[in-house]
C-alpha cells in the first residue's frame, strides 16, 4: 500500500504529540504527585459523626489569624457549630466532607471552588484579605433543595 509522504509526516508528527503529551502527563500525575486532593484522606460516608474532625464540625482557631473550618455537606445544607465570622486577614483551612451525594463547594469572589465527594476529606485554604459578606454555596446539583444549600460567612474588621 503507498502512504503519500505528507501522509506519513503527519502520523509520525501526531504520534510524537500523543506521546509527549503522555508524558507530561505521567510526570504531573506522578513524579509531581499531582492527583486529586481529596484522594489523599478518606473515611466512610457512614461515620462522618464520629470521624475526626467531623465529630466536631465547626470553626477552630488554630493560631493568629489562622482557622480551621471543618464542614459536614448534606441535602441541603452546610453543617457547622455556629455562625461563621472570621477577622480579615484570616487564613481559613476548609476541610468538608459530605453524607449522601456529591455537593459542590463555592465561594463567589474567592477562589475556592470544589467538590465535596463522599468518603473524602475534601480540603481548601484561603485567606480573606478583605471584611465582607461572604455565601458557601453547593454548585453540583444535588437534589430539589440545591438552590437553596448556602450558608453565611462573615469577614470582619
Ligand atoms: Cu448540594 Cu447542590
Known amino acids: 500500500m503507498h502512504i503519500h509522504k505528507f501522509e506519513k509526516i503527519w502520523l509520525i508528527v501526531g504520534s510524537m504529540t500523543l506521546v509527549l503529551f ?4 505521567g510526570i504531573n500525575a506522578f513524579a509531581m504527585g499531582h ?3 481529596s484522594e ?3 473515611l466512610d460516608p457512614q ?4 470521624t ?3 465529630d466536631q464540625p465547626g470553626l477552630k482557631k488554630i493560631g493568629e489569624k489562622e482557622y480551621e473550618l471543618v464542614m459536614i455537606a448534606q441535602a441541603f445544607t452546610f453543617e457547622s457549630n455556629e455562625d461563621l465570622k472570621i477577622p480579615s486577614g484570616a487564613t481559613v483551612h476548609f476541610k468538608v466532607t459530605s453524607k449522601d451525594v456529591v455537593h459542590g463547594f463555592q465561594i463567589p469572589r474567592t477562589n475556592v471552588n470544589m467538590m465535596i465527594t463522599p468518603g473524602h476529606v475534601n480540603t481548601i485554604t484561603h485567606t480573606f484579605d478583605k471584611p465582607g459578606q461572604f455565601l458557601i454555596l453547593c454548585n ?3 437534589g430539589v ?3 437553596a444549600m448556602g450558608v453565611p460567612l462573615e469577614v470582619i474588621e
Open 22 to 25: 503522555l508524558f507530561i502527563i
Open 35 to 37: 492527583t486529586p486532593p
Open 40 to 42: 489523599d484522606e478518606i
Open 47 to 50: 461515620k462522618v459523626d464520629v
Open 52 to 54: 475526626e474532625p467531623f
Open 140 to 142: 453540583e446539583y444535588c
Open 145 to 147: 433543595g440545591h438552590q
